[in-house]
């Protein structure tokens, strides 16, 4: 979880154009928010998805989303523009820097939904 927590809080100060500094208090609130999305499973999940560039490589974090399945795993305070009501969305999705405008194959997931 710790290497989500990292991401997810790196990526929210770069796009909300905070200092470094305040990486370490996102970390926190950030590990907050997963714990309690926890509880809401299976009307939500946070897929992780993981990269190596050949097989003697270790496997790194790549990137993560939240899906929302339905009203009861919806946002208490959902991200703009507004999700669909009582319907499947993502948000909260990230890529590791060094990974971002890579071309990867993207696995079907409609047979979650």
């Known amino acids: 979880m710790d290497m989500t927590v990292s991401l997810l809080s790196e990526t929210f100060a770069e796009s909300m154009l905070l200092p470094k500094g305040y990486v370490r208090f996102l970390e926190y609130l950030v590990?907050?928010?997963?714990?309690e999305?926890?509880?809401l499973m299976p009307h939500t999940a946070t897929l992780v998805?993981?990269?190596k560039e050949d097989e003697e490589e270790d496997l790194q974090l790549a990137g993560t989303v939240e899906v929302c399945f339905n009203k009861k795993g919806a946002n208490?305070?959902?991200?703009t523009p507004t999700p669909p009501k009582n319907s499947p969305y993502i948000s909260n999705m990230t890529v590791k820097e060094s990974l971002r405008r890579y071309n990867f194959e993207i696995l079907n997931c409609y047979s979650f939904f």
């Open 31 to 35: 590990k907050q928010y997963l714990i």
């Open 37 to 39: 999305r926890r509880t």
């Open 49 to 51: 998805g993981f990269y």
């Open 76 to 79: 208490a305070s959902p991200p």
